[in-house]
């Protein structure tokens, strides 16, 4: 049952006892609620935004679901959560395979063979290795010390130039080499002729879209949208033994000890009714540092068993990478030594609060993905019975 902020009072009056109070209707407070209730406890949601989900929610726009806080492509190696996941919707099987523009030539991504013939001309492995070998000869890299070392060990200068650099310091707002080396190592590199953008086993996307997997797990849970933790707990009323907080956890803390950094995202999506297909592929990366935004979505791509129509029209999203300020949304931790020492201290602190368990991309600090997400929020739940 999902109600409106305006229901939250009726809702305290009829039923004021809660075993948890969640805060946060995305993937970790779905799988947590859902867990919880099958083991007969009582949760209230709550949920700041207008809708559930968190950023995972996806919306339709002329039939098509519209990923509107980033393309968000499930793939795990774990066959427990996508066993898990299947039990809430139907996967497509969408293989991401984005393609990278840089300087008007098109290359394929992750960093593969296709990408080392449409760069270099070769066309065995060999060949490839060579070109990278000669590259980073003049190089001592040993254990790496930042991204950009990390890259230039994996494939050399001409792909750190083209297809990392650029990209990276947009993304994140900073130089290569302030970065953290784990963040490129996200990204496969093979040498072998394959696309896919994951090494995971399972991948897909839920046929009918993220929302209503959230919705399914949490049928039967109340949910209060539109409501701040802060005016929740302001408001009095419902009784809860404990918290679960999928929010940011220096915010939960009044950042008493300082704040810790995020990056945030501005998202400008458009639709465009003249053509179904603008950019034949759902993802396209631009890569160049000048060009304000990182990547273009086209929705319609990520749902390849979908009946739309021919006229449809087509839906994109360009995605800017943006600094965050209190007040923004908080997309990405940034994991790097100031902020991970500063989450230590949070989680400390954290330890004179054992009614108030800390749970998700920001409640505990990590770049996640989603499967992880899900792998935490089981293991969460299984702690807490
Ligand atoms: N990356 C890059 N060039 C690309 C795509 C990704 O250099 O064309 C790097 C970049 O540093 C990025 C990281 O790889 O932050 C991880 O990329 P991923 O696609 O996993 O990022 P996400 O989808 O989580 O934003």
Redesign the pocket.
Known sequence: MILGSRNAEEIIMSTNHYDYLIVGSGLFGAVFAYEMKEKGKKCLVIEKRGHIGGNIYTEDVRGIHVHQYG?HIFHTANRDVWNYVNQFAVFNHYINSPV?VYEDKLYN?PFNMNTFYQLWGVKKPEEAKAVIAAQIADLDIGEPAN?EEQALKLVGRDVYEK??KG??EK??GRSCQELPAF??R??PLRFTYDNNYFNDPYQGIPNGGYTQMIEKMLAGTKVLTGISYKDFTASGGAVFDKILYTGMIDEFFDFSLGHLEYRSLRFATEVIPETDNLQGNAVV?Y?ERDIPYTRIIEHRHFDIASALKPGTGTVITKEYPADWKAGEEPYYPINDERNGALFVKYQELAKSRKDVIFGGRLGQYQYFNMDQVIEAALKTAKEQI
């Open positions: 393309a990278a991504l991204l297809l990392i990209y990276t993304q994140w963040i490129i996200r990204l990366n890569t």
